[in-house]
């Protein structure tokens, strides 16, 4: 394993970022991004603080599905304190979180110094704090209020589908302990097609490496049924090109076929024994420091 920082937090050798870094200059940073919101890649350009919504539906505030100690991530984060945000930056066809990620639920409005409470009433029992979705990017400005309030000494998840903006990128680097990014797609035409997303390859791969830089990353990808040529090998054989075995990939096989995936031929089943097979095989003939 490879998230030596990670453990020295956790064995309280070293803080975490965000009780390192100053908190307020980031704070009116993330505010200034948000009144012509840019966030996100999609660089909506509307004014939040005015309740404008952009492409993820996020209000001006934070909307939250659920927190939890959560007991179903990868083996060394477990139990994550994991709070799941409503909205997503992405409309995956597949989304696995389709109710929180589309609005199909309603979220709760907390204040930031009541995530800030919560998170500490649980911070005893978990290892980290785990900023997901749907997405966390949208709430970036009321996520750093929240960890002004925050007593717990925890590192950091930011659990994402990796579309930040470099200015988002740059606020990250003094927050994000640990980077858990999802890198589904090989190409362009998929992500456009399946997630109606523009310039994916390009930007993953540039926020990859800042976060690369800047902190400690693990990798998920989804293999998707139809996907291991066009999607999971070029994803691996980008990975195991940029960062070797410097990172941990998880190739996950879980996917089904939720939301509007059956209107998707080449996704509207599950991924077989052989897929399945194929893409940890090929992880592990490119040297991968890879896990399931
Ligand atoms: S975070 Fe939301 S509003 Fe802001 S640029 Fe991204 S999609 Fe648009």
Redesign the pocket.
């Known amino acids: 394993m490879v998230l030596k920082k990670y453990l020295q937090i956790l064995e309280a050798k070293e803080k975490p970022k965000f009780k390192k870094n100053n908190l307020e200059k980031l704070e009116e940073k993330s505010f200034e991004i948000i009144s012509k919101?840019?966030?996100?890649e999609?660089?909506?350009k509307?004014n939040?603080l005015k309740g404008e919504?952009?492409?993820?539906k996020?209000p001006c505030g934070l909307s939250i599905s659920s927190i939890f100690p959560h007991y179903g991530e990868e083996y060394f984060f477990i139990p994550s304190l994991t709070i799941f945000f409503m909205g997503c930056?992405f409309s995956c066809v597949f989304c696995q979180n389709w109710e929180i990620s589309q609005w199909y639920e309603h979220g709760h409005e907390l204040s930031p110094k009541e995530l800030a409470k919560a998170i500490d009433l649980y911070a005893q029992e978990c290892k980290n704090i785990n900023f997901v979705g749907g997405e966390p990017?949208?709430y970036l400005p009321w996520i750093i209020q929240t960890l002004k309030h925050v007593k717990a000494f925890l590192p950091v998840i930011w659990n994402s589908n990796f579309y930040m903006s470099e200015k988002t990128m740059e606020i990250l680097k003094e927050i994000a302990d640990v980077y858990l990014s999802d890198w589904k797609y090989g190409n362009n035409a998929c992500a456009e097609r399946l997630s109606d997303v523009k310039n994916y390859i390009e930007i993953i791969e540039r926020n990859h490496e800042i976060a690369f830089r800047n902190g400690e990353v693990v990798i998920r990808h989804l293999v998707l049924p139809n996907h291991v040529e066009c999607c999971t090998k070029p994803v691996l054989e980008k990975i195991a090109s940029f960062f070797g075995d410097k990172v941990i990939v998880n190739i996950m096989p879980q996917y089904r076929p939720e939301y509007k995936a059956k209107n998707f031929k080449d996704i509207a089943r599950y991924p077989s024994q052989k897929e399945l097979e194929e893409a940890w095989k090929y992880a592990e003939k490119l040297g991968l420091n890879w896990i399931r």
């Open positions: 919101c840019e966030l996100c999609r660089k909506c509307v939040r919504k952009g492409y993820c996020a930056t990017t949208p």
